[in-house]
Each structure stands twice: as structure tokens, then as C-alpha cells.
């Protein structure tokens, strides 16, 4: 099982590394090695289950970021797609996503404090699709999960099934836990380096900071889906494609600082990327295979 690292593990690199740009990007050049195991290519389908309270609002920011991925409508420079399309350049060709099943759970079936094994029910309470599926867990703001702001922000893992294993994820929206942790950097953050905070680009820190997130793990799934494709360190906490990548955004990025973003002349909102129905997202670096850099859309 593959956790994100905490966004704000980037301030602890201001203990090692210079507060210089170039000296921070020549650093955080990091090499995936290949394992050798099977990655999740060709056409895969995203399925959510939305556990707790998400108001219609909140999903649509979600649902509009995920039809992004691959739609062959964006060509920009700018575009969720262009980013998304660093992961066609690992072994195994593109992955094209789309939308699946979406299962509304408002009224908590398990609780408001989860463990991991009943993320995994969650996860597969209502089918296992065709192994290129991946069943996406969202938790509510009030909901606890093991592990959530501790030592992770969301995290990625498969199950078996007899011959078969089919992967899932899950993510939580941190806006009343740990904003500081799993929202920078809409979110001042808890230790090192306090500069302004981001405003969140669809007014939603909580959301904003999932999508962030989100973005990760699924990148993780698609190029390390069982622990034995693309990553850095040891398998049962490996650093994956955008993890590898911590903290980001943008060129000229530093401990605190999450590089040159784009900034909207009425909102003051920041992105980098442009989505289908006029959305605005903040994405992460990812890393490139070809040129073994972290990759920003800016």
C-alpha cells in the first residue's frame, strides 16, 4: 500500500537543502526504478464512493477534474490532460480515464472512524469491476480515518481476489483536521517556512487540497498499481510519481514556497491547469521518465 507523504514534508527539507530554486530542483531530481510488475494502461474506469456529507458543489469540483484527465478536448499546454499525460510516457503506452459508478454513503454505514480494512469494504462493497477499474474511496471532512493527517493524506492498494487483484483509493478532505498537512498550500502550514497561504482556486480548501491529493494517488495506481511498477524507496512506502515530487507547482519552487503559479485577475485564486467546464485545478509536479525531472505544467 502505497500513502501520500504529507505535502508539508517539503519544510523539512529546508533543514538539508539551501533556500535556492536551483539548488532545490538539482535535488529533488529523483529516479524511479522500474520493478518490473504490470501498470495500469489502456482505458480505466474511476469509481467513487462518496462517504459522509459532500455537497453537490464539492463533487462536481471532483467529477469535473477526473473527466479532465483525458479529455481529447484540451489540448492546451495548460490543460488537467496535458498533465495527465506525463503517465503515457511510462512503460505500457497512455491510460485513458473515465467516470464510472458513483455511490452516494451520507449516512456513514461504517462510522465516522474508519480503518483501512473498511476502506477496502468500502472500496469493493459494491463490485470489483474488470481489473481496469479503480474504486476511489472520498471521506468527509468529518470523518477519521487510521493513519489521516499522522502519516498520510491519502493513499493507494490493491486486493486479491483468487488470481485476480483490483486496486483502489482513497482520499480525505482535511479542511477541519490537518488542513496545515493535507491542504498546503491553501493552508499556512503547521511547521517551517510561514508564508501566505494559496487562495484555493474553487474557493474550497478542503476540496482543493483532495483534488491535489487525488491527483497523486492516482498517478500512483496507474504507474505502481501493486507494488512492483515505478517507485523510489522501500515498497511499503515508496515515493510514486507525483510523490516523488512533493511540494511542486510550479518553476522557482522552495521549502515553503510552491513555485510561479497562475493567478486569476478577479479571484486572486491560483492554478495551473484548466479543466472541462472552465475549472481551475492546482496540480502537482510529476516525475518524467524521459527526462527523469519533475515535471510542472508552468
Known amino acids: 500500500m502505497a500513502p501520500i507523504p504529507f505535502l508539508s514534508l517539503l519544510l523539512l527539507f529546508s533543514l538539508t537543502f539551501p533556500s535556492s530554486s536551483s539548488a532545490f530542483e538539482q535535488q529533488q531530481s529523483p529516479l524511479l526504478k522500474y520493478h518490473h510488475g504490470p501498470l495500469l494502461k489502456g482505458n480505466i474506469t474511476v469509481n467513487l464512493v462518496w462517504y459522509g456529507e459532500f455537497s453537490s458543489t464539492q463533487r462536481s469540483i471532483i467529477v469535473d477534474f477526473l473527466n479532465s484527465l483525458s ?16 503517465t503515457a510516457k511510462y512503460r505500457g503506452g497512455s491510460s485513458s480515464v473515465v467516470v464510472g459508478k458513483q455511490t452516494l454513503d451520507d449516512r456513514y454505514s461504517l462510522g465516522k ?53 483490483f486496486p483502489y483509493a482513497w482520499v480525505g478532505n482535511s479542511v477541519s483536521q490537518c488542513p496545515g498537512y493535507c491542504a498546503w498550500p491553501f493552508h499556512q502550514p503547521v511547521y517551517g517556512p510561514q508564508t501566505p497561504p494559496l487562495v484555493a482556486p474553487n474557493g474550497d480548501v478542503g476540496v482543493d487540497g483532495m483534488v491535489i491529493n487525488l491527483a497523486t494517488v492516482l498517478a500512483g495506481t496507474v504507474v505502481n498499481p501493486y507494488n512492483n511498477g ?66 510542472t505544467l508552468l
Open 230 to 295: 515505478y517507485f523510489q524507496g522501500p515498497a511499503e512506502a515508496p515515493l510514486e510519481a507525483v510523490s516523488a515530487c512533493t511540494g511542486i507547482f510550479g518553476k522557482g519552487a522552495f521549502p515553503g514556497y510552491p513555485g510561479k503559479v497562475l493567478v486569476g485577475e478577479t479571484t486572486g485564486a491560483s492554478y495551473n491547469a484548466v479543466g472541462v467546464n472552465g475549472r481551475k485545478y492546482l496540480l502537482p509536479a510529476m516525475w518524467d521518465p524521459q527526462t527523469s525531472t519533475c515535471k
Open 71 to 86: 479529455n481529447p478536448k484540451t489540448t492546451s499546454s495548460l490543460s488537467v490532460s496535458s498533465w495527465w499525460r506525463t
Open 113 to 165: 472512524a474508519l480503518k483501512t480494512s473498511q476502506l477496502k469494504v468500502l472500496a469493493f462493497k459494491y463490485g470489483y469491476g474488470d481489473g481496469k477499474a479503480v474504486n476511489v474511496v472520498l471521506t468527509s471532512a468529518d470523518v477519521a480515518v487510521d493513519g489521516f493527517c499522522m502519516s498520510r493524506c491519502g493513499t493507494h492498494g490493491s486486493v486479491q481476489v483468487k488470481k485476480s487483484r
